[in-house]
């Protein structure tokens, strides 16, 4: 039933073909909000944009708040979409949300959160979805 429910929901998605760099990505975040949706999360915000980074996702699991990092590569010939995660990128994202829980009355020190990534290969069909990806340090 959950799996039929996943196709019809990728299928879904998968019918409006990005058409440049920009759509891609987009069409990428909605099939990871998609899949984090299944497995219990939900959104609080989609594509929270600052200065210092971008968060592609930030969600909700039980008390925890989630900032999602998404990836996608076409295969893993030239390796695993989470790699493409620097440690440039990382500080990025650490930044853009201690802004999100500044902006939103909430402290680093008092609220349960972690950085997860969602790598996606072979257009979708591979999905791998990265819990504390991203520590803080």
């Known amino acids: ?9 990728r299928a879904s998605i998968e019918q409006d073909a990005p ?12 099939l990871a909000q998609a899949y984090l949706g299944r497995h219990g999360l939900s959104t609080l915000t989609k594509n ?3 200065k210092c980074g971008e968060l592609d996702l930030i969600m909700q699991d039980a008390t925890c708040l989630v900032f999602v990092e998404v990836k996608y ?10 790699e493409m995660v620097t440690a440039s990128k990382a500080k ?3 930044k853009a949300a201690m802004v999100w829980l500044m902006k939103n009355g909430l402290s680093p ?9 969602v790598a996606i290969h072979n257009s979708g ?13």
């Open 1 to 9: 039933m959950i799996r039929q429910l996943w196709n019809k929901t």
């Open 19 to 30: 058409k440049n760099k920009r759509q891609l990505g987009q069409h990428y975040e909605d």
């Open 48 to 50: 929270y944009t600052v």
């Open 73 to 82: 590569r076409k295969n893993r010939q030239y390796g695993h979409a989470q």
């Open 92 to 94: 990025k994202l650490q």
């Open 109 to 117: 020190y008092d609220t349960e959160f972690r950085f997860d990534v």
């Open 125 to 137: 069909e591979d999905i791998d979805w990265i819990k504390n990806a991203i520590t803080q340090g």
